[in-house]
Every structure is written in C-alpha cells, then in structure tokens.
C-alpha cells in the first residue's frame, strides 16, 4: 500500500509556473502507474499527465507543451511541473497511484490517492 502526499499548490499570475510534488510512503513511486488528475468546482475530474512504470508519459490535450510530468526514483516523488499556466487550468490537483488496466490509464482504476493541492491562476 502506498501514501501519497502533493504540495506546491498555490495563486499564480497567468503565464506563471509551478511545480507540484507528489511524494509517496509505503511502497516504490516506480513501481506504479502513476498520474495527476485535477477537479474544478462544477466540473468533472479530468486526467492531465500519467507516467507509466517504464517511464511513458501521456498527456491531456489541454496541457500537452505546457505541462510536464517527471519522477525522481530516489526521493519516491512524482512532480508535475506545469508552465503557461491559464485561468483555466485553476482546479484542486491529484495524484493518484496504480491507475493502469491492461496498459490503459484511466481514473476509474486508480488504487491510491493524495488529499489534493490547490492551484489558482488568475
């Protein structure tokens, strides 16, 4: 079983950066499909960035060139390092673990979750 904790959240100008961390306990980060999935309020929870355990990467149309998912083995961390941002992209941010099915990622199969960041572009 794996604890997941994301920080770095925060109020950011537009065209502003920042970089969330997903740091996990309990077991290896690597050894799981992993993936960040955001929520706005009245909206329903979309998939932005998956890293697969071979180090794949997949993103959603609306942040494909901006944002850019990375994991660092060593510190058991999952970071989502997310540039250009746009009042668009204000949500509260997830990372969740074990979210592949048959090579697929979806939320739906997602096994561990974080308790959310908050980030706000305006």
């Known amino acids: 079983q794996v604890q997941l904790v994301e920080s770095g959240g925060g109020s950011v100008q537009v065209g502003g950066s920042l970089r969330l961390s997903c740091v996990a306990s309990?077991?290896?980060?690597?050894?799981?499909?992993m993936g960040w999935f955001r929520q706005a309020p009245g909206k329903e929870r979309e998939g932005v960035a998956s890293?697969?355990?071979?180090?794949?990467?997949h993103y959603s149309d609306s942040v494909t060139g901006r944002f850019t998912v990375s994991r660092d083995n060593a510190k058991n961390t999952l970071y989502l390092q997310m540039n250009s941002l746009k009042p668009e992209d204000t949500a509260q941010y997830y990372c969740?673990?074990?979210?592949?099915?048959?090579?697929?990622?979806?939320?739906?199969?997602?096994?561990?979750w974080g308790q959310g960041t908050q980030v706000t572009v305006s």
């Open positions: 969740a673990a074990d979210c592949c099915r048959g090579g697929s990622w979806d939320a739906r199969w997602c096994e561990y």
């Open positions: 309990g077991d290896t980060v690597g050894r799981y499909c």
């Open positions: 890293m697969y355990t071979g180090g794949g990467t």
